[in-house]
């Protein structure tokens, strides 16, 4: 049997040929995105065809964030949403006194360091924004703001890794649910902006689509085309 980690591996694999098919899902999924379902059609009332008229709903922002997305530093107190996840109590208990905390317009950023934090600050805010035009989500159905945990270097991921038992403990940076867990400097080649957008695409769609999930192939193979497409237009 292979284990769960080579499993995913393999499924990267073959979702690679697929991602062509992604891009028109992705020009199509505007239409749909406005039931809130997509990409789970919703069950009619008992007996009844769907209307062949969409219902009304509010424009998506066709306006991309500022390239200096503003980042404000914030006392724990001051934060927009305290409610951590069971791994984001994990990771604030690693030297607790050295986080930091930041806040923008759509996310809670935990940091090490102010200047990487600033950075993904900037990229996020910008793939959010993407991510939600293609899907043609409107600024409700994402309201709420994710955490995002920075860590440190390598060797802070990787002890953290371990005491989080995290069944991927070759991976650099991930996602659970709407949260994201950050080593950007993970790979020895620099800041991996490609990364980022791939990790944050899974954050977003989880924040659209609450208690869905997506099949593994179109999960991992629509936030590969996203952190392409990210990349071509920012």
């Given at each position: 049997?292979?284990?769960?980690?080579?499993?995913?591996?393999?499924?990267?694999?073959?979702?690679?040929?697929?991602?062509?098919?992604?891009?028109?899902?992705?020009?199509?999924?505007?239409?749909?995105?406005?039931?809130?379902?997509?990409?789970?059609?919703?069950?009619?009332?008992?007996?009844?065809?769907?209307?062949a008229t969409p219902a009304s709903s509010p424009l998506t922002n066709s306006t991309p964030p500022p390239f200096g997305a503003?980042?404000?530093?914030?006392?724990?107190?001051?934060?927009?949403?305290?409610?951590?996840s069971y791994v984001g109590s994990q990771a604030l208990a690693m030297n607790p006194r050295g986080w930091y905390h930041g806040?923008?317009?759509?996310?809670?950023?935990?940091?090490?360091?102010?200047?990487?934090?600033?950075?993904?600050?900037?990229?996020?805010?910008?793939?959010?924004?993407?991510?939600?035009?293609?899907?043609?989500?409107?600024?409700?159905?994402?309201?709420?703001?994710?955490?995002?945990?920075?860590?440190?270097?390598?060797?802070?991921w990787r002890i953290f890794v371990k005491e989080a038992h995290h069944q991927e403990s070759w991976s650099h940076s991930f996602?659970?649910?709407?949260?994201?867990?950050?080593?950007?400097?993970?790979?020895?080649?620099?800041?991996?902006?490609?990364?980022?957008?791939?990790?944050?695409?899974?954050?977003?769609?989880?924040?659209?689509?609450?208690?869905?999930?997506?099949?593994?192939?179109?999960?991992?193979?629509?936030?590969?085309?996203?952190?392409?497409?990210?990349?071509?237009?920012?």
């Amino acid at each position: 049997n292979q284990s769960a980690s080579q499993q995913r591996i393999c499924s990267c694999e073959i979702v690679r040929p697929v991602v062509a098919t992604l891009a028109l899902l992705g020009s199509c999924a505007s239409s749909f995105a406005q039931t809130k379902d997509w990409p789970f059609r919703a069950q009619s009332p008992a007996g009844t065809l769907p209307s062949a008229t969409p219902a009304s709903s509010p424009l998506t922002n066709s306006t991309p964030p500022p390239f200096g997305a503003t980042m404000r530093q914030k006392s724990w107190d001051q934060l927009a949403n305290r409610d951590i996840s069971y791994v984001g109590s994990q990771a604030l208990a690693m030297n607790p006194r050295g986080w930091y905390h930041g806040e923008t317009e759509n996310f809670i950023i935990h940091y090490r360091n102010f200047s990487d934090a600033l950075q993904i600050a900037r990229e996020i805010e910008f793939d959010i924004w993407y991510v939600a035009k293609t899907l043609g989500a409107t600024k409700e159905q994402y309201a709420r703001k994710s955490h995002v945990y920075v860590f440190q270097d390598d060797n802070e991921w990787r002890i953290f890794v371990k005491e989080a038992h995290h069944q991927e403990s070759w991976s650099h940076s991930f996602a659970v649910r709407d949260d994201l867990f950050l080593n950007v400097h993970g790979t020895g080649k620099g800041f991996e902006s490609h990364t980022l957008a791939h990790e944050t695409t899974h954050a977003v769609v989880a924040r659209i689509y609450r208690n869905r999930h997506w099949p593994v192939w179109l999960s991992e193979g629509f936030a590969d085309y996203m952190a392409d497409a990210c990349g071509a237009v920012r």
